[in-house]
């Protein structure tokens, strides 16, 4: 597989990571520098890079005698991740800084509609979908709450990317569920948007962990 010049470590860090995801490195597998290297025609940095960035995600540990080891990615680790983005995102409703919700609250509505596009298009728009779910926490003004959701978004962006062909036929509904919850929170029902995204993000965790499942079946 090739690499561009730019920003090798993070390309490495998705293949390494959708890897682990599907299952190809399975728990307890050595990750190897030296043979991650020449499989992939690149220097060590970037891998060493790539797999501190893994450590800090949970998906691989480095114990004292140096040997980086494959974590297990499944169903709990989903859950554990969805139940994270749900706390965040709920409690970003209920501190909705108000001067940023007139000012900033349309630019939702213009990643439903790249969304919408893309769709159009054929195609799935994990970026607009993930700049939605930012743009709530964006809105808050809370740094540190922002920076915990940022934590997560790249795992996040990988999870929907390999499972994206499990997903398709209802990407329509995904759209809708979208714009029920910005239009809840831009009429200031807070209670109601709370619920809507809740339910959203819960029907997310469902369907990734099933689609996940599948994939490393596959793979076995």
Do not use: C
Not at 160 to 177: G, H, K, P
Request: proline share 1%; aromatic share 6%.
């Amino acid at each position: 597989m090739k690499f561009e010049k730019r920003h090798i470590s993070e390309q490495v860090l998705i293949y390494l990571r959708k890897k682990i995801m599907l299952q190809e490195f399975k728990e307890g597998d050595h990750l190897k520098e030296s043979e991650l290297s020449e499989e992939l025609s690149i220097s060590r940095g970037p891998i060493r890079e790539a797999i501190s960035k893994l450590e800090a995600e949970g998906l691989v540990i480095t114990p004292s005698n140096g040997r980086t080891i494959v974590q297990k990615f499944g169903e709990k680790d989903i859950r554990n991740l969805y139940e994270s983005r749900i706390l965040l995102e709920i409690y970003a409703l209920t501190i909705q800084n108000s001067e940023k919700l007139d000012n900033e609250g349309e630019l939702l509505y213009q990643y439903i509609q790249e969304m919408e596009e893309s769709l159009t298009g054929g195609k799935q728009s994990v970026e607009a979908d993930l700049k939605f779910h930012q743009q709530l926490l964006m809105m808050t003004g809370n740094r540190t709450l922002i920076r915990l959701w940022n934590s997560l978004n790249e795992i996040i962006k990988t999870l929907i990317e390999v499972t994206s062909e499990f997903t398709a036929e209802r990407q329509n509904e995904i759209v809708l569920e979208h714009k029920v919850i910005a239009d809840a929170l831009l009429l200031n029902n807070i209670e109601q948007a709370q619920s809507l995204l809740r339910t959203h993000l819960e029907g997310a965790s469902d369907y990734y962990s099933k689609a996940v499942f599948e994939l490393q079946g596959e793979g076995e």
